[in-house]
C-alpha cells in the first residue's frame, strides 16, 4: 500500500487528487490538510465525494505527515513546498510539488519571476521535472517532483517532436492559449466572478507571464539550443480546460504529411498523449476529466509555419492526472493506474 498525505486538499487541484486516489486499492489517504477548512468532513465541503471518501481535513502537522506518509502532494501556491520537501527529504520520503517550486532550475530565475527567496538550493538541483512523456527515466527514481505548469504541458506536448528533430527555427514560437478560469485557483478574486467572466474573452501576463520561462527552460534542453518564445495566456468562461494554439517557422519547407507522420511516430506508444486524424482538430471537451492530451498538426506551406493546437484539461492532464502519472512511476506501477478515463461529452 502507497501512503499518500494531500497538503491543501480543497483547492480544485487537491480536491482533484482526493478523487482521484480516493478508491484506489492500492492508497491509504493518511492526512488531507487545509487551513481553512480543518475539522470539516471533506465529503461534506464537496457532495461529489458523499459516500466514498469519508475524511476530516486537518491543520498541516508537518512532522506527523512526514512520518505517516510514503508520498506527499503539494498543492499549494509557490512559496510553500519548500519546508515541507526539506522535512520529507530528512525523513527519506517522496514529494511531488504541484506549484512552481521545483520547476525552475535556476533560483535565481525563480526569485525574479515569482518574488520570492529559493531557500532550498540543493533540493532544486535534485528535483525531477515531471513530465512523463519528456523524461520518465529520471521520474522513477526521483524523491522530488516538479509537476508541470498547466499551459506548459500542453505547450510542451505540442512542440516535443519538432524540438528533439531541430526542425524550428529558434525564437519563432508563438503560444496562444486560452484557459477555463479553475486554472486561477480557488481563492476568492474578483476577476474570477462568474459576472466578470460570462460572456467575455480576456487575454492577461501579456508579455510577463509566469509560465514563460518554465517553456524556455524545457524547449532549450529539447532543442539543445536556447529558445525564446511569445507566450500569452487568456481566461475564457468555461470551468476548466486549456486549448493552445502553437505556431512555428520550420528550417526546411515540408509537408502536412510529414509533419503528420512526425506526431504519430513520436506518440505512438504514449498512454495520454492522442494525435488526431490530419485534418480533425481537437476541442476541450474532448478531453474533460481525462489525463489525455490531443494534437491536431498541419503545416501551412504558404508561411512555412507548423500548426499546432493541443488540449488538456488543466486539472488532469495539467495537474492532479498527471502527479498521479508521476506516483505510479515513482512507485513502480504501471504509468496508467487509475488514469483510463474516457472524456464527458456532451
Request: glycine share 8%.
Given at each position: ?5 494531500i497538503?491543501?486538499a ?5 480536491v482533484e487528487?482526493?478523487?482521484l ?10 492526512h488531507?490538510?487545509s487551513?481553512?477548512?480543518a475539522?470539516?468532513?471533506i465529503?461534506h ?25 510514503d ?13 515541507i520537501?526539506?522535512?520529507a527529504?530528512e ?12 520547476r525552475?532550475?535556476?533560483?535565481a ?11 532550498e538550493p540543493?533540493l ?15 521520474i522513477?527514481d526521483?524523491?522530488?517532483i ?17 524540438m ?14 486560452k484557459?477555463?478560469?479553475?486554472g ?20 492577461y501576463?501579456v ?13 532549450t ?11 500569452t ?46 485534418g480533425m ?8 476529466g ?24 488543466n486539472?488532469?492532464?495539467?495537474a ?17 493506474t487509475g ?8
Amino acid at each position: 500500500m502507497i501512503h499518500v498525505s494531500i497538503i491543501g486538499a480543497t483547492g480544485y487541484t487537491g480536491v482533484e487528487l482526493v478523487r482521484l486516489l480516493g478508491l484506489r486499492e492500492d492508497v491509504v489517504l493518511d492526512h488531507l490538510t487545509s487551513r481553512t477548512y480543518a475539522g470539516q468532513k471533506i465529503q461534506h465541503l464537496f457532495p461529489h465525494l458523499l459516500g466514498h471518501i469519508d475524511h476530516t481535513c486537518e491543520e498541516l502537522d508537518l512532522e506527523q505527515v512526514t512520518t505517516d506518509s510514503d508520498v506527499i502532494f503539494v498543492a499549494l501556491p509557490h512559496g510553500h513546498a519548500l519546508p515541507i520537501a526539506k522535512k520529507a527529504k530528512e525523513k527519506g520520503k517522496k514529494v511531488i510539488d504541484l506549484g512552481a517550486d521545483f520547476r525552475l532550475k535556476d533560483a535565481a530565475v525563480y526569485e525574479e519571476w515569482y518574488k520570492v527567496a529559493h531557500t532550498e538550493p540543493e533540493l532544486l538541483e535534485e528535483a525531477v521535472y515531471g513530465l512523463p512523456e519528456w523524461d520518465r527515466d529520471a521520474i522513477k527514481d526521483a524523491t522530488v517532483i516538479a509537476n508541470p505548469g498547466c499551459f506548459v504541458t500542453s505547450i510542451l506536448l505540442g512542440l516535443m517532436p519538432l524540438m528533439k528533430k531541430g526542425w524550428v527555427v529558434p525564437n519563432s514560437i508563438v503560444c496562444d492559449s486560452k484557459s477555463g478560469t479553475s486554472g486561477a485557483g480557488r481563492a476568492g478574486n474578483v476577476a474570477n466572478l462568474f459576472t466578470e467572466v460570462e460572456s467575455s474573452f480576456k487575454a492577461y501576463g501579456v508579455a510577463h507571464h509566469r509560465h514563460t520561462p518554465e517553456i524556455e527552460q524545457l524547449l532549450t534542453q529539447m532543442a539543445g539550443t536556447d529558445t525564446m518564445i511569445q507566450f500569452t495566456p487568456h481566461l475564457v468562461p468555461m470551468s476548466r480546460g486549456i486549448l493552445s494554439t502553437i505556431y512555428a517557422t520550420v528550417k526546411e519547407k515540408t509537408t502536412a504529411a510529414e509533419i503528420q507522420s512526425l506526431f504519430e511516430e513520436a506518440y505512438a506508444d504514449e498512454p495520454f498523449v492522442q494525435v488526431l486524424p490530419a485534418g480533425m482538430w481537437p476541442m476541450t471537451k474532448s478531453v474533460k476529466g481525462t489525463n489525455n492530451c490531443q494534437l491536431g498538426v498541419t503545416y501551412d506551406e504558404r508561411t512555412g509555419r507548423v500548426i499546432i493546437v493541443s488540449v488538456i484539461d488543466n486539472l488532469m492532464k495539467g495537474a492532479a492526472g498527471q502527479a498521479v502519472q508521476n506516483m505510479n512511476l515513482m512507485f513502480g506501477l504501471a504509468e496508467t493506474t487509475g488514469l483510463q478515463m474516457i472524456g464527458l461529452f456532451p
